[in-house]
């Protein structure tokens, strides 16, 4: 005698997908789920603000926009801001370089004779 075929497994399904978050950590404050997006898709603007700290973005965006599209439009702003503040204060690169690698002689006003 012989075993007994298994039957296959059913195909599963697809998974179930997340969705997105609407809340997510300010970028000033440090505190989490304190920034909200709002979407008005008939005016195409996505508005952003915290809770806590009171900072707020705007930015325009089209029908297929997500709130973590506005979060992310917010992130690469203020990078953008603080690479402009650093090169500003920040002298460059090859300038740095010319300044600071020859060191001064030594003053004449040194003897040899005591």
């Not at 296959?8 to 997105?20: D, V």
């Amino acid at each position: 005698m012989g075993k007994r075929k298994k039957s296959s497994s059913k195909p599963q399904g697809p998974k179930k997908r997340e969705p997105l978050p609407t809340t997510f950590s300010c970028l000033f404050c440090n505190h989490e789920n304190s920034v909200v997006v709002k979407l008005d898709k008939k005016l195409g603007l996505g508005d952003l603000s915290c809770k806590v700290c009171g900072q707020k973005f705007q930015t325009g965006i089209n029908y297929l926009s997500a709130p973590v599209d506005v979060y992310s439009d917010w992130v690469d702003a203020c990078d953008a801001v603080a690479k402009d503040t650093a090169n500003q204060y920040d002298p460059a690169p090859s300038q740095a370089g010319l300044r600071g690698s020859s060191k001064p002689d030594a003053p004449d006003d040194y003897d040899d004779e005591y």
